[in-house]
């Protein structure tokens, strides 16, 4: 207790002496809980007075007490000025000030005005201060934050509340994974037509699968070229471990030519789902018209980033048999899906076919109505990710689908009206 000047100590001393009015005064946190996913945590005690209220008192000796194994102190800012005494330092609760044995340590600010005007007229209710913690490496859980008086004004008691702060860590992950309609089996890699035309949007194209989620990318990320250029949008998702038709989390993301998925708007390979703990989820990663895959089974996700590697073949998929189609050592998501709705169809009703064959007829630009017509734009009609939905013709869409589908592990009668569903529960 060597934080206050021997002045301060004497002045401490005659605020708890002197006696008067019976006013309460009262510490609420701004926030009564916070949740934190790896950042700081801020704690801002508001001070105010019940009756007979006054605002014209001699001060406040305020401990915040938290739990050094759980928080580290990293000091003070915008602190209420007037009366104010120089801020404490780090010290042990072993006299458990506040009641509670789990905050083990406290600090003490104190405001002291022998005028007795503290803090002024109109001032309540007050932020005091705020108070700012890093959670300690390893910790995840639940703590408080308390205060209680080292000192009050004229007698006054002193009413708080704590405030509960939640530490989790989000969960991390770095995923690869190959879409067949852009790869060149030739590189190992998948063409960035669709980037290189400027057809890519800013923003994340998931609408269609009831994804309202704001990721945007960059128009510097849009011009980087080589190994690393986006080929295009893919939707991430994390499902619940006991509960794998439940999406816990989503988050769209860049898919570069060497099967990297980054964020969309730094292109880092480390992508977290904020405001999930960590835990064990299934993965699952879904295209606009490449059937989705998800792990066999649910994974560990922390702090440090999980590897899942959706182009190897040693990766289990959710369901059998694996829809992966072969490259070599290479395993790629199946193209085909026209119309988003999970499943290549290629004869019968709600088809692929279909909605490629409408998309082309339809198109304004057609004027014609030609079924060879090439219609260019960011479609999911375009199964091969070239810019353009090709019905009939040269790199037609159609006998990427139908191969999808006759190929298929499961079509053992190499049946047309086959259907070949994402790995996806
Ligand atoms: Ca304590
Ligand atoms: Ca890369
Ligand atoms: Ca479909
Ligand atoms: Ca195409």
Known sequence: MKYLTRTGWFVLGWLLASTS?????????????????????????VYSVTSPQTNTLTGLGLRIHF???ALQWQGVSGTYAYGLQP??????????????PNTDSYVVVAWVDLAARWPGTGETPLNLLTATFQPKTGFVGTTQIRTSASATADDASFQSTPMSVS????PSVQVRALLQGAFVAAEGKMQDNLRAGSLLPLGQPFAAQGYAGTETTTTDLLETTGNDAPVDWILLELHDSSKPQTVVARKAALLQRDGDVVTADTGSATLHFSGVASGSYYLALRHRNHLGVMSALPLTFAGTPLLVDFTSASTGIYGVPDIRLHSGTYRLLPSGDANNDGKLIADGP????????GSVLTSPANTDAQTNFQLSGYLSTDLNLDGKTVFAGPN????ILLGNVLLAP??????????LRGSLP
């Not at 009015?21 to 005690?45: E, K, R, Y």
């Not at 530490?167 to 989000?170: A, F, M, P, R, S």
């Not at 037609?396 to 006998?399: K, V």
């Open 87 to 100: 801020v404490g330092v780090v010290t042990a609760d072993t006299e458990n000030f506040d009641a509670d």
């Open 67 to 69: 739990d050094a194994d």
């Open 21 to 45: 009015a019976n006013a309460a005064q009262v510490i609420t946190p701004a926030d009564a809980s916070v949740t934190v996913n790896g950042g700081t945590v801020a704690f801002t005690p």
């Open 167 to 170: 530490v989790v860590v989000e």
């Open 396 to 399: 037609n869409e159609i006998n």
């Open 410 to 419: 499961g079509n053992s009668t190499t049946s047309t009206n086959y259907i």
């Open 350 to 357: 709600d088809t692929d076919k279909n909605a490629i064959l």
